[in-house]
């Protein structure tokens, strides 16, 4: 049951595909008939490996024919970090150098994919999916947005390798007390602010020491506390002084940082968070970027909750073309009681319009699989 890998000359940029096509572990990427979108989409995929079946008639029912469930995906790609995070933590844990590095690319690659596969579904999870530790979605979320950023900017596939790498190791310098500050209300320690206030510097020289020599990736990871207006650390940098890549890891960790919940604060509703950055666009965050950000995410980005004319709580599920006007499945009655299965809402009727946020309710695992139909 061979499988052929693909080629440049057997693949176009908007033409659908003759084949259902698969990764190196058989696992179905695209369906017979899907379409790439653009030229650096295609590039990266090819790098990544793309295959079918050298006799699709007789052995495509053989393989693991199932899309990706970006919720299971996630959970077994923070055991995956966590497993890297060891290694380059203690590189003499490692076979090689080269054992390091393919492990980062393996999650990388991996998180291009489902987010490839369904982009709301995943958006979706990283709204909602809170079960697991801080130190590993936090970094994974917050790749997986910047992901979505550098595709918006049409970023050539070394530079987005750059740039996720760079937002799964970020924080490396401080995870020893990472989950220790989620859930701590008092203020901060002498010890604590200072390994927070040196974490850039020491997340790059933990990356070196395990062999890491992409400088991007390095000074990304650096500068990702900076801010435009010098307000940042550890170098006080402004404006053009910081790299693009920078800007975009930072407005993903910020970002997902607001929409956690923490002892000290509640978590932000996705659309509090993105008003909140269109009113700092230009001033601590770049003006671009925040727009590219909010544009990509939309008003009601999938996992936003909100309430209806009718009453009902739903979640955004499906962003659609009218920003105001996304797919959303209730999931609690107007008397305040969960419905057993979400239930799918035409925005576009009067007796489902949307009429703003509501209270994010804890939804579980297997609920948020239902929403997105992964059940």
């Known amino acids: 049951m061979p499988l052929v890998q693909l080629t440049y000359a057997e693949v176009n940029v908007g033409v659908q595909l003759r084949w259902p096509v698969y990764d190196q572990s058989r696992r179905l990427l ?35 024919n199932k899309e990706i469930n ?18 380059l933590l203690d590189p003499s ?52 947005l910047s992901y979505l950023i550098a595709k918006s900017l049409d970023y050539a596939p070394d530079r987005v390798f750059s740039i996720m790498s760079a937002a799964l190791t970020a924080n490396l310098g401080m995870l020893e007390i990472q989950d220790e500050l989620q859930s701590q209300s008092k203020a901060l320690t002498e010890q604590q602010r200072k390994l927070i206030d040196t ?15 992409d400088k991007l990736w390095l000074n990304i990871v ?36 607001l929409i956690t919940h923490r002892s000290d604060r509640n978590a932000m509703a996705p659309t509090q968070v993105l008003k909140s950055l269109f009113l700092e666009q230009g001033k601590e965050i770049d003006e671009g970027i925040a727009q590219l950000f909010i544009k990509t995410l939309g008003v009601f980005p999938p996992g936003a909750i909100v309430s209806l004319t009718n009453g009902e709580i739903a979640i955004v599920t499906r962003r659609g073309t009218d920003k105001m006007k996304p797919t959303v499945r209730s999931v609690i009655n107007n008397k305040n009681t969960p419905y057993s299965r979400p239930l799918l809402r035409n925005t576009e009727h009067d007796e489902y319009k949307l009429v703003g946020l509501a209270p994010i309710p804890k939804i579980p695992m297997i609920a948020l699989m239902r929403l997105w139909e992964y059940d």
């Open 93 to 144: 844990k490692a076979k090689s150098t080269e054992e390091i590095l393919d492990r980062v690319q393996k999650v990388v690659t991996k998180l291009i994919l489902l987010t490839e596969e369904d982009t709301d579904a995943t958006l979706g999870a990283i709204h909602l999916d809170r079960d697991g530790m801080y130190t590993l979605l936090h970094p994974i979320h917050s790749a997986l």
């Open 222 to 257: 650096y500068q990702h506390h900076e801010k435009i207006d010098g307000t940042g650390y550890p170098r006080k940098l402004v404006g053009k002084d910081i790299l693009q890549e920078s800007k975009i890891v930072s407005l993903a960790d910020r970002y997902h940082a």
């Open 30 to 64: 695209y369906k017979k008939g899907a379409v790439i979108e653009n030229e650096n989409q295609l590039k990266l995929l090819l790098r990544l490996g793309l295959y079918r079946v050298e006799h699709e008639e007789d052995d495509a029912a053989n393989l693991i």
């Open 70 to 87: 970006p919720f299971a995906s996630i959970a077994e790609l923070c055991l995956r970090l966590d497993n890297t995070n060891t290694l």
């Open 199 to 213: 974490h850039p510097r020491r997340s790059v020289e933990i990356l070196q020491k395990a062999g890491v020599t």
